[in-house]
């Protein structure tokens, strides 16, 4: 089963920000969260990770919290291209099949005009 | 440009055909791995192979089959044992452990159509 919990849908207004929140609650000290992307009918796409600090690249920002329970991933100004399930994954850095990655269902955004 | 290259994009079938479905990656990585996806489902793992030669089960190998005789392909084949093969398969790979850090690559993808 997944280790993540993510709300199945969302919407956002283009041009908004898109916050897309994980719970996470029984994440480890060795657990990295990663996010990727699903666009219709395509292969995953890397977005972003991090352990415990803030993170941005060109395509978004991670949030995690204090505690490490939760985090948000950041689409800074929403568009139409941005709407896809988005998945909230953790695991471990390294590690052979501890390593494995494993998807839930994702959060489906989708961004309108 | 390094990436994994799935072919067919769509594969019909006709039931109680083995079928097999091809994945080509040139980007070195070790690991592959192979996942379903039905609509509005997650990614389920099938098998995964971390080395030339070796591969694991993953949570749904019943049904299929797979080969890593070689590191840049890892091919999976849906069996007729496979009792509900209509899905869309993905292959992904990641290099090594400590150059895993991006996580993994995924092919385009196969739909599979048992006719």
């Known amino acids: 089963d997944a280790k993540t919990t993510q709300p199945p849908s969302m919407d956002c207004a283009e041009g908004r920000a898109a916050n897309l929140p994980c719970n996470h609650s029984?994440?480890?000290?060795?657990?990295?969260v990663y996010w990727y992307r699903q666009i219709h009918s395509q292969g995953p796409q890397y977005i972003i990770h991090g352990l415990k600090n803030n993170e941005t690249n060109e395509m978004a920002s991670l949030i995690i919290t204090e505690d490490r329970k939760s985090s948000t991933l950041i689409l800074p100004h929403a568009t139409l291209r941005d709407t896809a399930v988005y998945y909230c994954i953790v695991r471990v850095l390294y590690g052979g099949s501890q390593g494995n990655l494993i998807f839930g269902k994702g959060t489906k955004l989708s961004v309108k005009p | 440009d390094g990436g994994i290259t799935q072919s067919p994009k769509y594969l019909f079938r006709k039931e109680g055909q083995n079928v097999t479905l091809s994945c080509e990656q040139n980007?070195?990585?070790?690991?592959m791995y192979w996942y379903r996806q039905d609509p509005g489902q997650g990614l389920r793992l099938i098998y995964y192979s971390q080395i030339v030669n070796d591969f694991q089960k993953g949570d749904i190998a019943e049904g299929y089959s797979v080969s890593r005789e070689k590191k840049e392909s890892f091919p999976l084949t849906v069996t007729s044992a496979q009792k509900n093969p209509t899905a869309f398969y993905l292959c992904?790979?990641?290099?090594?452990?400590?150059?895993?850090?991006?996580?993994?690559?995924f092919g385009s993808g196969t739909r599979l159509t048992v006719v």
């Open positions: 029984t994440i480890s000290g060795n657990e990295y």
């Open positions: 980007l070195n990585h070790d690991a």
């Open positions: 992904a790979s990641s290099p090594p452990g400590t150059e895993f850090r991006y996580g993994y690559t």
